[in-house]
């Protein structure tokens, strides 16, 4: 049973400060990762994937990917309060991509 | 392309009631996928539909049932409401095994049982 962790939060950053959301996986054969987004009363936004070792950026976002220790970070820069939401990490199930497993979520608080 | 549709956007039911979801998939795709989010467990997979056939299930009861139909159209019933099932029900749809694009999920439906 694949497992995914994340840490709850809320995590607090001040306008403009980058924010960093990690989330860790329990099968080391994963090979695909999802961030979603989810603002509160709607439903998850893909935001990014990523598929390979290193860094991946997409306008003020990045995610970093290590598959040796197995986690996969997003980071937000010039965060924003827009941003602020629940962070969903997810992978692929072992049925495939339709199966999808999810983190518990991270909540970011990005204040003015 | 319009997204994955899922009507209606909310439901109040009482318990011990049934109630049928819908959703309809982006044009061209076969599969889809149905979740459900909760705050006490988050999101978590119920079914996926292929071919108007069902090719995956998560761990839920046999109250949580679905069907799709010829035209990819899929629908979700849950029987003998509980409490419990108080949720954000969430579709996603693609086209179908071996499809390795991220899933994009439709606006959902959030059940409330009183």
């Known amino acids: 049973q694949k497992e995914v962790e994340q840490n709850s939060g809320p995590l607090s950053v001040p306008e403009g400060a980058i924010a960093s959301l990690n989330c860790t996986y329990s099968?080391?054969?994963?090979?695909?990762f999802f961030w979603y987004r989810q603002y509160s009363g709607k439903s998850p936004e893909l935001i990014m994937s990523?598929?390979?070792?290193g860094d991946k950026e997409d306008g003020r976002f990045t995610a970093q990917l290590n598959k040796a220790s197995q986690y996969v970070s997003l980071l937000i820069r010039d965060s924003q309060p827009s941003d602020s939401a629940t962070y969903l990490c997810?992978?692929?199930?072992?049925?495939?991509?339709?199966?999808?497993?999810f983190g518990t979520g991270t909540r970011l608080l990005v204040s003015p | 392309k319009a997204g994955v549709t899922q009507t209606p956007r909310y439901l109040i039911k009482t318990r011990g009631q049934q109630v049928t979801l819908s959703c309809s998939p982006i044009?061209?795709?076969?599969?889809v996928s149905w979740y459900q989010q909760t705050p006490g467990q988050g999101l978590q997979f119920l079914f996926e539909?292929?071919?108007?056939?069902?090719?995956n299930k998560g761990n839920f009861p046999g109250r949580f049932s679905g069907r799709q139909f010829s035209n990819s159209r899929s629908e979700m019933n849950v029987s003998t409401l509980e409490l419990g099932d108080s949720a954000l029900y969430l579709c996603?749809?693609?086209?179908?095994?071996?499809?390795?694009?991220?899933?994009?999920f439709g606006n959902g439906t959030r059940l409330t049982v009183t």
């Open positions: 996603a749809s693609s086209y179908g095994p071996g499809d390795n694009s991220p899933l994009h």
């Open positions: 099968d080391r054969g994963s090979q695909s």
């Open positions: 990523i598929y390979s070792n």
């Open positions: 997810a992978v692929p199930g072992d049925t495939g991509f339709q199966k999808l497993v």
């Open positions: 044009s061209g795709h076969r599969s």
């Open positions: 539909y292929f071919s108007e056939t069902q090719r």
